[in-house]
Nanobody
Framework: QLQLVESGGGLVQPGGSLRLSCAAS????????IGWFRQAPGKEREGVSC????????YNLDSVKGRFTISRDNAKNTVYLQMNSLKPEDTAVYYC???????????????????WGQGTQVTVSS
């Protein structure tokens, strides 16, 4: 059964860090482009970071560059999002998603992804 399960969200103070995990089952993550997205209340879903199929090329939203890092552990079939120097505006539900296998280079456009996890809440507040 295909499944993406996010974990690692929570409440953190501004300036703090969290590491989100996206664990896959039923398929091999390395064969797919994977993205992290977020959606805050009343806002559209936006791409935060993504990692391409096979070569691992990554892309990041401008507002998270230098703070967020996406990585992949093939042995654990898991993609991570390390988030440092968190800000209140990073508060959102964070989702990981898988692009169709034919897509090699990842992108931050949600419409390019066809399989989504259930999300994990990240709240940055003092």
């Amino acid at each position: 059964q295909l499944q993406l399960v996010e974990s690692g969200g929570g409440l953190v103070q501004p300036g703090g860090s969290l590491r989100l995990s996206c664990a896959a089952s039923g398929f091999t993550l390395d064969y797919y482009a994977i993205g992290w997205f977020r959606q805050a209340p009343g806002k559209e879903r936006e791409g935060v970071s993504c990692i391409s199929r096979m070569d691992g090329t990554t892309y990041n939203l401008d507002s998270v560059k230098g703070r967020f890092t996406i990585s992949r552990d093939n042995a654990k079939n898991t993609v991570y999002l390390q988030m440092n120097s968190l800000k209140p505006e990073d508060t959102a539900v964070y989702y990981c998603a898988r692009a169709p296998n034919r897509i090699r280079r990842c992108a931050l456009e949600p419409s390019r992804y066809d399989y989504w996890g259930q999300g994990t809440q990240v709240t940055v507040s003092s």
